[in-house]
């Protein structure tokens, strides 16, 4: 066993990003197309796991529950960081 001080690590996985990407782009849409502010709605998931702060419009409720909540973050943290790296001056 390693120590507890050691830096754990995730691995990525292309598939789980690229499916993640869908879904928060359909849900986005959906919440977008309802009235909705979407990333309120979205942060409101993604803290409590409660899928009533997603609407059921185009079958978004059901859509956002196929993926982990863990990956949704992991994909919004990764579209952050390479716009930062896109539009940074030093990047």
Known sequence: MG???????????????????????????????????????LVGYLLSGDPAYITSHQGARNLIRRVERDELLEELLRQYVAHVETTSPNG
Do not use: C, F, M
């Not at 990525?12 to 499916?19: D, I, K, M, P």
């Open 3 to 41: 120590s507890t001080d050691e830096t754990r690590r995730l691995w990525g996985r292309q598939e789980a990003a690229n499916q993640a990407d869908a879904v928060l782009r359909e849900v986005y849409s959906a919440l977008k197309d309802k009235g909705y502010n979407p990333i309120s709605q």
